[in-house]
């Protein structure tokens, strides 16, 4: 973030610190108005799941707690399956974020540095996934899938989500090799080490949090399909699938707790991982 | 605990993994159904309904759209893990004959339990032979707010409302009110295509199909278009009448009765529920039968039969509607204890059922997969006229065609109200 | 070094092509076919079925201009909270957190959200009934109203997928060497023209690759649409859908898949064109 860090007024190397204080104010005004548009939304959703069954009816709506119940929430918590379902999610998104970093980023890299015949046939193949919509392909699917025993399985899930998932991990890790130069791989060679070798100790060291980065989109991609995960599980859901089934016809502040429900994890992964986050960050600011 | 199914589920995939087929077979029949999904109801079906059938029953249930795709697949992968689904006969209408056994051998067997004829023939499918055994019964009525019955017209009774006086109501309410209250479930998973199919064109033209562009479904299409302009403009948003009735957002609202029993048993001093209104023709209605049927090749068939049997016996049926809301297809008296909600539709079925100028209305049959195509003649017929306002004539002219092709492409009959015809059903 | 090491990318990409191969491409192939089968033989009728539909221009329209409108916002806004947060002198790493929230919610929680506000008996309407502007519940997301809706739904995806944008350009960010630009602030350019000059430049392949899936993943909008609006707003793989498992016509569900397929794939062939990184561009 050096770039844009450095747009500060003054020619001086100090530079943060130095921001007169309308500017600060202005920065911070901007940043608490970004800071509103992404978790107001949220904090309605939370109160429309523990605002019980008349609370999403009123009107008009008062913006504060009223007459809080946890009765819908724990209801929720309690319907059978929801542990199964929850067990499911991490062992498909699991294995999604193993797969897709497994075969994406050598494909990335091979995009990155190496130019080769078929690179762009290889480059629109990884493309085509993204750009078929998933759904139509369900049907051909779950026929093979019954076929060779991987229907109604966390890990037949997990292949799926490995298609989507696996363009993002090709092009990001693409991307982020692109940006390591390649001067630091050859300096590398000059002295010595095999190019595996030069792989391990210069590029994957820079590398590591933008794989981090890659793994949460695979993870989140995992966790939140809903489409494929349905139809090609019946009793083994996925939470998000398995959510989806009892939502689409409960009353809506039941709706409201199974998508709460749904966004803590999330909220929570995005929290576990927001050292990574930050580490790419620190190596901007180094 | 109660985590027994999820365990068994776990235990059956595993199985189900190792290729051990026949030892979960022996034990288990799988019923799967598009019926009874919300989890309440379906820990009704699985607690209290399934009970006293020999053997472990597991009860899954899934959308239609899923459970459509589910049965193809297993057909076409030649691997069946289903043993008796239960569904809409408009769902279960695309699975013959590929996906589903021909069942004669249950009609004998289910003979003492008193289903009428005219249903068990809908469970043909139009085929010769017997497809799905009836299961359950709804149909769909109109549900009011109390506030709205005080704008009722002079001399209009909820019990035989009109068309006429509905607009009427409708528009003293949002002439009083300055909201317009009258709602229909025009959302995506709405089911106003039955509105059309079953009430609509029946009270307007005494037909379905053959009157699809007559004189008198050009005048039910303007009365249409001025329902709507008295109805909630969200009405194309919604698919289950009961929130917007729960919200207020809408007072006067036609639907299927599992869509707005959620309003009525957790508020039934609110609300009152009534037939449909009638039209120039009579009081179209169109009841919706859910049939139990078996898979080709089912694993267990011995266990779907004992299902099969279980779920039409009139005690269970009689348990059904007390504890789900679907009526009985066997004759039996509903008990008195009924919940104060279920009571309310009851009351609005059987005033529908003995209307004197009710008229029935079927199912659509013999249309196999084309059933949604049929539906979308008549909500795109719907979305050209009322919403975008598309000349009445030219509209039903060019969805005629449509509706044609379709009729000759299945070489469907006419089904009620519609005359019979020999071969595919023309439209005059 | 290509030719000595020839045999090396093709190894890397070995794996994912065979992986994508077969669960990829065979159902592809299938559906592809679908598409042009009717009946029997090889025929053009679902396109025609397909083409012939009351909603296909209006999903047409409705999808390009969804991400004509929505794609740039994102890019633009994703660059203003980047900038934004690399100001702060504390709490980065917490502003960091909230902002790549919306990354983790899945399309059904965020319709969820957004229905929350701008339903009839929302939170947008209770604000503004507070406010004294409008008398009642007023509706945002009816038919009637068709500029509030597309208005509603460029907001609901703009606060959900922006998120993704702002990840990959910092991932790019972080990876342009500071020395670049403080060469250049020494030189006296000023924030602007470093920002166009040296930032915007170095950050080509990250920004094309965040376009790219961007642009992609809008033409396959379709959940957050159909929370919001219903079928009030028909977009491509919203119709898709509908033929899927409404009306249970395959063939034209696999037309428009196809159709979606190509307008992609042309506009990720604008887009390597239009951002073209060369070898020399890079740091």
Known sequence: MTATSSKAP???????????????????????????????????????AFGGRTGVFRWPKSIWPSDLSFAPMMQFLNIEGVFNALMNSFIAAGLTVVFSILLGAPAGYALARYSFRGQNAYRLLVLLTRAFPLAILALPLTVSFIRIGLYDTPFGVSLIHTVLALPF?????????????????????????????????????????????????????????????????????????????????????????????????????IFAVRRYLFAVWGIASK | MTHPVSRRAIAMAAAAFLGSFAAAQAQETVFYSTQLRPIEEASKVRDVLLKGIPGKVTYIVDEPPAFAVRMKAETQ?????????????????????????????????????????????????GTGQQQYIPWMQATYVMVASKQALQYLPAGADVNTLTYEQLLQWAKNVADKTGQRRLGF??????????????????????????TFKSADAEAGWNTMKELWAVSNPNSTNYNFMQEPLMAGEVWIAWDHIARVKEALTTQPDQFVAFPAPAGPKGRGYMPVIAGLAIPKDAPNRTGAVAVIEHMTKPETQLLTAAEVGFFPVVKADLPPNLPPGVKLLAGAVAATQGAKDALVSLLPVGLGAKGGEFNKVYTDAFQRIVLRNEPVKGVLESQAKTLEALMKDTNAPCWAPDKPSQGACPVQ | MTARTSWIPYALIAPSVLFLGALFIVPLVQTIWLSFSAGEGLSLVNYQRMAGDLNFGLAIRNTFLLTVVVVPLQVVLALAM???????????????????????????????????????????????YALGLIPGPVGWLSQETPWALFFGIVLAEIWRATAIVLVILIAGLQLIPKEFSEAAEIFGASPWTRFRRITL???????????????????????????????????????????????????????????IMAISLAATAVYLRALRTRPEQLP
Not at chain 1, 37 to 42: D, E, G, K, S, T
Not at chain 1, 177 to 187: D, K, N, Q
Not at chain 3, 87 to 112: C, F, M, N
Not at chain 3, 214 to 237: C, D, I, K, M
Request: proline fraction near 6%; glycine fraction near 8%; aromatic fraction near 12%.
């Open chain 2, 77 to 125: 992968a030649g691997k069946r893990t289903v043993d008796v689904v239960g569904a809409l006969h408009g769902e279960l209408q695309p699975h013959v004959p590929a996906d589903l056994q021909p069942i004669d051998d249950l009609v004998a067997k289910v003979a003492d339990r008193g289903i009428p004829a005219n249903l068990m023939d809908l469970g043909k499918l």
């Open chain 1, 169 to 269: 991990a090709a092009l990001v890790t693409q991307s982020l090799f692109m940006g390591i130069p390649r001067e630091y791989e050859e300096a590398a060679w000059v002295f010595g080490c095999t190019r595996l070798q030069a792989f391990v100790r210069i590029v994957l060291p820079l590398a590591l949090p933008g794989l981090a980065a890659t793994a949460i989109f695979a993870f989140v991609i995992s966790w939140n399909e809903v489409f494929a995960a349905s139809i090609l599980t019946v009793r083994e859901r996925t939470l998000t699938a398995y959510l989806l089934k009892i939502l689409a016809e409960s009353p809506l502040h039941y709706r409201f707790a199974g998508g709460f429900i749904l966004i803590i994890p999330s909220v929570l992964f």
């Open chain 3, 201 to 259: 430049p170095l950050l080509k392949p990250s920004l094309q690759s965040a376009l790219i899936l961007r642009t992609v993943l809008a033409f396959e909008v379709f959940a957050v649409v159909y929370a919001l609006g219903g079928r009030n707003f028909p977009v491509l793989a919203g119709e898709a859908y509908t033929w899927q498992n409404e009306n249970q016509n395959y063939g034209v569900a696999a037309a428009y898949a196809v159709l």
């Open chain 1, 10 to 48: 003054l020619p001086d190397t100090s530079r943060t610190y130095t921001l007169p204080s309308a500017r600060r104010f202005l920065l911070w005004t901007g940043m608490a108005a970004l800071l509103a548009w992404v978790l107001v939304p949220i904090y309605f959703v939370a109160l429309g």
């Open chain 2, 185 to 210: 479930p025009a959302g995506p998973t709405g089911l106003m295509s039955r509105f059309f199919q079953g009430y609509f064109y029946p009270s307007f033209t005494g037909g379905v199909v053959t």
């Open chain 3, 82 to 128: 980047a900038t934004m947060v690399s100001k702060l002198e504390k709490g980065r790493d917490l502003v960091l957190w909230v902002l790549t929230i919306p990354l983790g919610v899945s399309d059904l929680a965020a319709g969820l959200a957004w229905l929350s506000l701008l339903q009839n008996t929302g939170y947008l309407n209770s604000a503004l």
